[in-house]
């Protein structure tokens, strides 16, 4: 364990040892500022560090989101325009963001190299403390005026366009349409990410005063992790900014903002309100119920109240999701489900989507008779104890596999700090877990708890929001309006100013920084060698197969990790077949021979996290028509369940295709979370869209797996409304392809702690021979599924548009390129943050004001694409990507710019996971044929990369070669799309 003594300018409140996490927690207090610091000091060298802020904006110009932003732009010790990019090219960071929530602001980063950490941390603290926050940099990164070629005034703003694109996803505008009632008064009543209608009322000078009250050191809340001693920590802290808050500018203490709390309904209100849609079709609306709970400090109330959740709506078989799930009045429940412990002030929400306007009632009516029905009957002890179960799930499981595990800590902690409470409660809850155990004991007290928060409680707005295909178009129309009443009140000398400010602009958008004022590591930083998970392999039989168990020991905080993989390299026909990804979509869903759907659900929740089925796949390392399949089925439970195992064979051996009804279910619900996500996913579609002819996986999985698919669904769904037999023809198809699958050859991973090892291995190996009755389907059928069958033919290479429900583009182009194993692959890899960080960042996003834009090498669709996300423009883009083509052509290029690009993947590759996730990564690239010193060699190569080897493979692959383009483009935009060539398509 590292040094746990102080620096001198701070003062320790508390010191606080969590056994089950093997961490110990220190509170200080920088005396002088009043700065508070949480260090979570352990043996983990991926340190970790965030500064947040309590940020309460009272409108929603995006004040908050937009200084999030700004102060990346520049600092007094870094007076560089992009401080923030630079530093993701000079570092081997494992992550690097800024984040504005509804009531706060945080700036975190993680890297496994001390000086590389000392580096970002200098970085942050000068760009939060002292940030320029210069009036060109609010104009890029929020709002500005700029005049078209007639001279007519237009908006312009990275943010501005970020919350347009955002604006038009349906769960947001769902969400910000029930936040204002729910919230009338305090700061969660408005949008901290900005409402684009309202983002063009923002000043700079509001700017310069929101950091100037909100980001002072005694409204400031550090936290860190990692092996580093908190001294070490807190003398840059204090030496490199909280010691030069000290004069009449910068004084010692300011203000610390307070939790705002709601003024409380007296009685439930009624909101109707629209949002952007396709069509304004049947069966679009979402009616849902919101409830405003007691505050996020109480950790015995908190834990309570997760209780109540569970009970609710845990899994499928719990009553309020059943019921929504099942209810005629919609289609499935609302994506605005369940417990919100995000802000001050708990929520809780409950509602349908697919439903209509005149059913508000009804959905409101049903869901208080089924809260009712629950509040008034026992509740048995099974179920109770399953909540409880999983609550010590979750608490145990160690994240890390998408975000720095340190940093997922801090910021279940965060909230918690930032309104008074001890975020130690959110990271070890054993003693309230003990409370809430003898709590339930007492008769009806969770029942106590539905009738207090939820029956009885006035607080409640009932939301109808319904679909306007018409609104999108409207709010264009109303921008537009906006701008031609500013034209008429703009003097020529307002124009010459506008204009002016635009030169201005572009003058600092085209300067040549010093970036060498910034510190850096370079490649003598970068390790020879590459971590890697080996695995103890052992042979298992498995019925009359000799097959491997690989076996990994690792921390896991008393957790097993179990997962049976199927070998489907060799059958086309399950891989060829359209219903695949639906078929993995509702394996672990559906019943078995013992058990019906919702009883299954509840029996997985008893003993584990749950069944999870999915497919992993690369292409061949020389081949891209050949690829490696696996079909995978999961699950991860604590090690006194070992049962867990019985679960995932009676999911392979045992599992029906019979209950059509639920099948219904899953898929409505499917399609809906599918359908609302596309906006905030749109350069991943178009990116697949774009490149999906250039290999034999990228083909299968645009077709069934990408938008394609959708609109197949979707249509299927359409059909199922008028022909019910299509659930007979998918029931027996998808039983079909579950016969096939049980005939695959089967591997099996465990990764756990040595000292469970035998014992669970003892239990795998009985269950796995365990004789069992292959479900068979009793009816052959060749009916044709004509929405999933036709996926199966082929596209050609045309460029195509997908026309959603948004008001900005994501674009792609993809050119054909190589596998993982060919020669060209290490500079391709190289060349894509080569030509991100050279060009296509400064022109597609400081200049063209997309959220952002850049390049990717992938082996899998052996093809090398360029995108933009959330981008104003469309032409100009996909000019643009051509551009930063010929931008590499013709020009000299520094060494250094090839290092920074080298560096970036390096720190791409070298991103640790938890200790299971980097077991299980580990065996897969063995599975796929990618072993540690394969591995070790494409490293190698790529720190060989040179500037001739970017020039020479960008002629060979890019330069006049044939390419595709994507785009997910405005529905209103479908004539201008279809003249430039795009074959234009919609989903369903």
């Given at each position: 364990?590292?040094?746990?003594?102080?620096?001198?300018?701070?003062?320790?409140?508390?010191?606080?040892?969590?056994?089950?996490?093997?961490?110990?927690?220190?509170?200080?207090?920088?005396?002088?500022?009043?700065?508070?610091?949480?260090?979570?000091?352990?043996?983990?060298?991926?340190?970790?560090?965030?500064?947040?802020?309590?940020?309460?904006?009272?409108?929603?110009?995006?004040?908050?989101?937009?200084?999030?932003?700004?102060?990346?732009?520049?600092?007094?010790?870094?007076?560089?325009?992009?401080?923030?990019?630079?530093?993701?090219?000079?570092?081997?960071?494992?992550?690097?963001?800024?984040?504005?929530?509804?009531?706060?602001?945080?700036?975190?980063?993680?890297?496994?190299?001390?000086?590389?950490?000392?580096?970002?941390?200098?970085?942050?603290?000068?760009?939060?403390?002292?940030?320029?926050?210069?009036?060109?940099?609010?104009?890029?990164?929020?709002?500005?005026?700029?005049?078209?070629?007639?001279?007519?005034?237009?908006?312009?703003?990275?943010?501005?366009?970020?919350?347009?694109?955002?604006?038009?996803?349906?769960?947001?505008?769902?969400?910000?349409?029930?936040?204002?009632?729910?919230?009338?008064?305090?700061?969660?009543?408005?949008?901290?990410?900005?409402?684009?209608?309202?983002?063009?009322?923002?000043?700079?000078?509001?700017?310069?005063?929101?950091?100037?009250?909100?980001?002072?050191?005694?409204?400031?809340?550090?936290?860190?992790?990692?092996?580093?001693?908190?001294?070490?920590?807190?003398?840059?802290?204090?030496?490199?900014?909280?010691?030069?808050?000290?004069?009449?500018?910068?004084?010692?203490?300011?203000?610390?903002?307070?939790?705002?709390?709601?003024?409380?309904?007296?009685?439930?209100?009624?909101?109707?309100?629209?949002?952007?849609?396709?069509?304004?079709?049947?069966?679009?609306?979402?009616?849902?119920?919101?409830?405003?709970?007691?505050?996020?400090?109480?950790?015995?109330?908190?834990?309570?109240?997760?209780?109540?959740?569970?009970?609710?709506?845990?899994?499928?078989?719990?009553?309020?999701?059943?019921?929504?799930?099942?209810?005629?009045?919609?289609?499935?429940?609302?994506?605005?489900?369940?417990?919100?412990?995000?802000?001050?002030?708990?929520?809780?929400?409950?509602?349908?989507?697919?439903?209509?306007?005149?059913?508000?009632?009804?959905?409101?009516?049903?869901?208080?008779?089924?809260?009712?029905?629950?509040?008034?009957?026992?509740?048995?002890?099974?179920t109770i104890q399953t909540i409880l179960h999983q609550i010590e799930l979750d608490q145990r499981h160690i994240g890390g596999d998408s975000m720095p595990?340190?940093?997922?800590?801090?910021?279940?902690?965060?909230?918690?700090?930032?309104?008074?409470?001890?975020?130690?409660?959110?990271?070890?809850?054993?003693?309230?877990?003990?409370?809430?155990?003898?709590?339930?004991?007492?008769?009806?007290?969770?029942?106590?708890?539905?009738?207090?928060?939820?029956?009885?409680?006035?607080?409640?707005?009932?939301?109808?929001?319904?679909?306007?295909?018409?609104?999108?178009?409207?709010?264009?129309?109303?921008?537009?309006?906006?701008?031609?009443?500013?034209?008429?009140?703009?003097?020529?000398?307002?124009?010459?100013?506008?204009?002016?400010?635009?030169?201005?602009?572009?003058?600092?958008?085209?300067?040549?920084?010093?970036?060498?004022?910034?510190?850096?590591?370079?490649?003598?930083?970068?390790?020879?060698?590459?971590?890697?998970?080996?695995?103890?392999?052992?042979?298992?039989?498995?019925?009359?197969?000799?097959?491997?168990?690989?076996?990994?020991?690792?921390?896991?905080?008393?957790?097993?990790?179990?997962?049976?993989?199927?070998?489907?390299?060799?059958?086309?026909?399950?891989?060829?077949?359209?219903?695949?990804?639906?078929?993995?979509?509702?394996?672990?869903?559906?019943?078995?021979?013992?058990?019906?759907?919702?009883?299954?659900?509840?029996?997985?929740?008893?003993?584990?996290?749950?069944?999870?089925?999915?497919?992993?796949?690369?292409?061949?390392?020389?081949?891209?028509?050949?690829?490696?399949?696996?079909?995978?089925?999961?699950?991860?439970?604590?090690?006194?369940?070992?049962?867990?195992?019985?679960?995932?064979?009676?999911?392979?051996?045992?599992?029906?295709?019979?209950?059509?009804?639920?099948?219904?279910?899953?898929?409505?619900?499917?399609?809906?979370?599918?359908?609302?996500?596309?906006?905030?996913?749109?350069?991943?579609?178009?990116?697949?869209?774009?490149?999906?002819?250039?290999?034999?996986?990228?083909?299968?999985?645009?077709?069934?797996?990408?938008?394609?698919?959708?609109?197949?669904?979707?249509?299927?769904?359409?059909?199922?409304?008028?022909?019910?037999?299509?659930?007979?023809?998918?029931?027996?198809?998808?039983?079909?392809?579950?016969?096939?699958?049980?005939?695959?050859?089967?591997?099996?991973?465990?990764?756990?702690?040595?000292?469970?090892?035998?014992?669970?291995?003892?239990?795998?190996?009985?269950?796995?021979?365990?004789?069992?009755?292959?479900?068979?389907?009793?009816?052959?059928?060749?009916?044709?599924?004509l929405a999933f069958d036709e996926l199966s033919n082929s596209d050609d290479n045309k460029d195509i548009a997908w026309l959603i429900a948004t008001n900005?583009?994501?674009?792609?182009?993809?050119?054909?390129?190589?596998?993982?194993?060919?020669?060209?692959?290490?500079?391709?890899?190289?060349?894509?943050?080569?030509?991100?960080?050279?060009?296509?960042?400064?022109?597609?996003?400081?200049?063209?004001?997309?959220?952002?834009?850049?390049?990717?090498?992938?082996?899998?669709?052996?093809?090398?694409?360029?995108?933009?996300?959330?981008?104003?423009?469309?032409?100009?883009?996909?000019?643009?990507?051509?551009?930063?083509?010929?931008?590499?052509?013709?020009?000299?290029?520094?060494?250094?710019?090839?290092?920074?690009?080298?560096?970036?993947?390096?720190?791409?590759?070298?991103?640790?996971?938890?200790?299971?996730?980097?077991?299980?990564?580990?065996?897969?690239?063995?599975?796929?044929?990618?072993?540690?010193?394969?591995?070790?060699?494409?490293?190698?190569?790529?720190?060989?990369?040179?500037?001739?080897?970017?020039?020479?493979?960008?002629?060979?692959?890019?330069?006049?070669?044939?390419?595709?383009?994507?785009?997910?483009?405005?529905?209103?935009?479908?004539?201008?799309?279809?003249?430039?060539?795009?074959?234009?398509?919609?989903?369903?």
């Open positions: 364990m590292t040094n746990l003594n102080p620096h001198p300018a701070f003062t320790l409140k508390s010191k606080h040892h969590i056994e089950a996490l093997d961490i110990t927690v220190l509170l200080c207090e920088h005396t002088a500022t009043g700065a508070t610091h949480y260090h979570l000091a352990c043996d983990n060298d991926e340190n970790a560090l965030m500064i947040g802020f309590a940020t309460q904006p009272m409108t929603s110009r995006g004040e908050a989101h937009i200084l999030e932003h700004v102060v990346l732009c520049g600092s007094q010790k870094y007076p560089v325009r992009d401080p923030f990019f630079s530093m993701i090219k000079r570092s081997l960071q494992t992550f690097m963001n800024a984040m504005t929530a509804s009531d706060w602001t945080v700036y975190p980063f993680a890297s496994q190299n001390k000086n590389d950490y000392f580096n970002l941390l200098s970085v942050y603290l000068d760009a939060v403390f002292f940030p320029n926050i210069h009036e060109l940099d609010f104009a890029q990164e929020g709002i500005r005026l700029e005049l078209d070629k007639q001279g007519r005034p237009e908006y312009h703003g990275i943010v501005f366009n970020e919350m347009k694109g955002a604006m038009s996803g349906e769960i947001d505008q769902l969400y910000y349409a029930l936040a204002p009632h729910l919230y009338p008064t305090t700061t969660y009543h408005y949008n901290s990410g900005g409402d684009p209608k309202e983002i063009v009322k923002l000043t700079h000078a509001d700017l310069v005063n929101f950091h100037k009250t909100h980001y002072h050191p005694s409204n400031a809340i550090i936290m860190s992790f990692g092996d580093i001693d908190v001294a070490d920590i807190q003398a840059r802290l204090h030496d490199d900014a909280l010691v030069r808050f000290d004069d009449a500018e910068k004084p010692s203490r300011g203000k610390q903002f307070v939790s705002m709390t709601e003024t409380r309904l007296n009685e439930p209100v009624q909101v109707y309100d629209t949002y952007t849609a396709d069509v304004s079709g049947e069966k679009m609306t979402h009616n849902v119920l919101a409830w405003l709970l007691p505050s996020i400090t109480d950790p015995k109330q908190r834990l309570a109240l997760r209780l109540m959740e569970g009970v609710l709506i845990e899994h499928a078989g719990s009553p309020l999701r059943a019921y929504l799930d099942s209810s005629p009045l919609g289609t499935s429940a609302s994506p605005l489900l369940g417990l919100d412990d995000s802000h001050y002030e708990m929520a809780f929400y409950a509602g349908v989507r697919g439903s209509e306007r005149e059913l508000a009632d009804d959905v409101e009516n049903g869901i208080l008779e089924l809260l009712r029905s629950v509040a008034e009957n026992p509740i048995d002890n099974e595990y340190g940093l997922t800590l801090m910021l279940e902690g965060f909230g918690t700090a930032l309104h008074g409470g001890n975020p130690v409660d959110m990271w070890e809850i054993d003693e309230h877990l003990s409370w809430l155990s003898e709590q339930v004991k007492e008769p009806n007290w969770v029942q106590n708890l539905i009738k207090t928060h939820l029956i009885d409680n006035p607080h409640r707005v009932r939301l109808t929001l319904s679909p306007d295909k018409d609104k999108a178009q409207r709010l264009i129309d109303d921008e537009k309006a906006s701008l031609d009443k500013l034209n008429t009140t703009l003097s020529d000398e307002d124009k010459a100013l506008i204009r002016q400010k635009s030169a201005e602009l572009a003058t600092r958008q085209a300067m040549i920084d010093d970036v060498d004022i910034l510190p850096k590591v370079g490649l003598d930083d970068i390790p020879k060698a590459i971590k890697f998970a080996h695995a103890n392999k052992q042979p298992i039989t498995i019925g009359q197969d000799e097959r491997t168990l690989y076996e990994y020991h690792a921390g896991t905080n008393g957790l097993y990790y179990y997962q049976v993989v199927l070998d489907l390299n060799d059958n086309l026909g399950i891989l060829n077949n359209p219903l695949l990804p639906l078929y993995l979509e509702l394996l672990s869903e559906l019943g078995t021979d013992r058990y019906d759907a919702r009883t299954f659900q509840a029996v997985q929740a008893s003993v584990s996290s749950g069944v999870t089925a999915r497919i992993s796949q690369r292409t061949d390392r020389h081949d891209k028509e050949a690829m490696t399949s696996y079909l995978v089925v999961a699950t991860r439970a604590l090690a006194r369940k070992p049962e867990a195992v019985e679960l995932v064979s009676d999911v392979l051996n045992n599992t029906i295709f019979t209950e059509t009804d639920r099948m219904s279910e899953l898929l409505q619900q499917k399609q809906a979370s599918w359908q609302s996500r596309l906006s905030a996913s749109g350069h991943s579609y178009a990116i697949q869209t774009a490149s999906r002819s250039m290999s034999k996986l990228s083909s299968l999985e645009y077709r069934y797996s990408g938008l394609p698919a959708l609109s197949a669904l979707k249509s299927f769904l359409k059909q199922s409304e008028t022909d019910q037999a299509v659930w007979q023809t998918l029931s027996v198809r998808l039983a079909q392809i579950h016969e096939q699958v049980q005939n695959l050859p089967k591997d099996v991973i465990l990764v756990c702690e040595s000292d469970k090892a035998d014992e669970l291995k003892a239990v795998i190996k009985d269950v796995l021979n365990t004789p069992h009755k292959p479900v068979k389907s009793s009816v052959v059928v060749h009916d044709t599924l900005v583009y994501h674009n792609a182009t993809a050119y054909p390129a190589t596998t993982s194993g060919h020669e060209d692959t290490p500079a391709l890899t190289v060349l894509a943050p080569f030509l991100r960080n050279g060009y296509l960042h400064s022109a597609i996003r400081e200049k063209g004001g997309a959220y952002g834009g850049g390049a990717s090498f992938d082996a899998n669709s052996a093809s090398f694409r360029f995108y933009s996300y959330r981008d104003p423009h469309c032409v100009a883009t996909f000019l643009h990507f051509e551009k930063s083509i010929d931008w590499l052509l013709d020009n000299d290029h520094d060494a250094d710019k090839l290092e920074e690009a080298i560096l970036g993947i390096i720190g791409g590759m070298d991103k640790p996971a938890s200790p299971a996730g980097e077991a299980v990564k580990a065996c897969f690239s063995e599975l796929h044929g990618r072993t540690k010193e394969m591995q070790e060699a494409i490293r190698a190569k790529l720190l060989a990369v040179t500037i001739d080897d970017l020039k020479r493979v960008a002629h060979t692959y890019l330069k006049d070669k044939p390419h595709v383009k994507a785009s997910l483009a405005p529905l209103e935009k479908e004539s201008q799309m279809a003249e430039l060539g795009f074959d234009c398509h919609k989903i369903g």
